[in-house]
């Protein structure tokens, strides 16, 4: 059974974040294991359907909502509050700002009944979200609700938004509610399509052709899930060009005997779907942090991210931010799995 949310803690500084050891149990680990299987990690599209994972798994339902949920809806407050351009919405999205409303409201309700509830007839609705003590009424399409529709309901669940808009064989960033993005910025990327916002990544440029395919032909009602992952030195969601200063830092500084308790393996659930009326892709992005520590609990899962960040190609090292750390990590690492590795 999933816990209930625990007490807020806190992603910035002085930062205060542990998982419980059922949320490390279903820790979304990007890496194939056991270690026979595993070749030097190279980007792949890595799309399968969204289908419901095992109970209890990050992927039961359409959007994961677990322990951090109190954490997280905090820090995205926090955000917000100091950077209004982190939910931003061009004019002819409205439709789908809304569209985007509806459907994610029915999916939590239809998940978590006990924490969610949402009753429609016609246009009209109420919302309530236990966990936050909020009930709202709401007109589908009107200015009724007290923010613009994906940060009101943004603001209520953990993971961030995108809205995507089809246009002449492209896809464009058009909107979305982007609190915690790992090194980039909505308001850098808005309005711009999925070549452009892709182009910093290294080596990738057929992935990316055939992964923009595939979604051009995505089709309402039958979701696709990918996982992406980084390293990053301390639990902070908002890692935005807007906030740089404040982290930039941070992997300059870590010292080896901080890597178990700092250095956090950061990965994203990510969900794409077609919303049916006004065809625009949801893209949902959820993060999970675990720390080095953490992540020893289980030798598979410890022995295949060894082998990736070990083998891990230059470019790739470069792009993720891992190079300066890469040499110290496999030193750790090997320290801690000596025992292992010769067994
Ligand atoms: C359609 C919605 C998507 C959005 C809004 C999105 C957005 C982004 C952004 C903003 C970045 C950071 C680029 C930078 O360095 O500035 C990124 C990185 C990346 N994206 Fe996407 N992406 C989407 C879908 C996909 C898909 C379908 C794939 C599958 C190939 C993909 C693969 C990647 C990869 C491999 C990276 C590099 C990640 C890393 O190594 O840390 N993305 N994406």
């Excluded at 052709?209 to 039958?222: C, K, T, V, W």
Aim: aromatic share 12%.
């Amino acid at each position: 059974m999933r816990p209930f949310p625990k007490t807020p803690q806190q992603l910035v500084p002085p930062y205060k974040y542990s998982n419980s050891s059922f949320a490390i149990d279903r820790f979304p680990f990007p890496f194939k294991t056991p270690l026979h299987s595993q070749q030097p990690f190279k980007y792949s599209a890595n799309i399968e359907p969204h289908h419901p994972g095992k109970a209890d798994s990050a992927t039961e339902f359409y959007l994961d909502i677990d322990e951090h949920y109190l954490t997280e809806i905090l820090e995205k407050k926090r955000v917000l509050n100091q950077h209004k351009n982190h939910c931003l919405v061009l004019d002819h999205m409205k439709h789908a700002e809304w569209e985007w409303f509806e459907h994610v409201t029915r999916k939590l309700a239809q998940d978590y009944p006990h924490y969610f509830e949402l009753e429609i007839a016609g246009d009209c609705g109420c919302w309530k979200n236990h966990l936050l003590d909020i009930e709202q009424e709401f007109t589908l399409g009107k200015d009724s609700l007290p923010s613009r529709p994906l940060a009101f309901l943004g603001g209520q669940v953990q993971g961030d938004f995108a809205l995507l808009d089809q246009r002449e064989h492209q896809l464009y960033l058009d909107a979305g509610i982007i609190t915690g993005p790992s090194d980039w910025s909505l308001a850098f990327d808005i309005g711009m399509d999925f070549t452009e916002w892709h182009k910093p990544v290294p080596d990738a440029e057929p992935v990316f052709d055939r992964a923009l395919n595939y979604l051009l032909g995505l089709q309402a009602g039958s979701p696709v899930r990918r996982l992406n992952w980084i390293l990053c030195v301390y639990p902070r969601l908002d890692r935005s060009l807007e906030s740089y200063p404040d982290w930039a830092l941070d992997k300059q500084n870590l010292m080896p005997d901080r890597i178990g308790d700092d250095l956090f393996l950061r990965v994203e659930l990510q969900v794409l779907d077609r919303l049916p009326k006004t065809r625009a892709i949801m893209f949902s992005i959820r993060t999970y942090f675990l720390s080095m520590n953490d992540l020893l609990l289980n030798p598979h899962r410890a022995l295949a991210f060894y082998q990736t960040i070990k083998t891990l190609p230059k470019s790739i090292c470069d792009y993720k931010g891992i190079s300066p750390l890469q040499a110290m990590l496999v030193d750790w690492l090997e320290q801690k799995l000596e025992k292992r590795l010769e067994g």
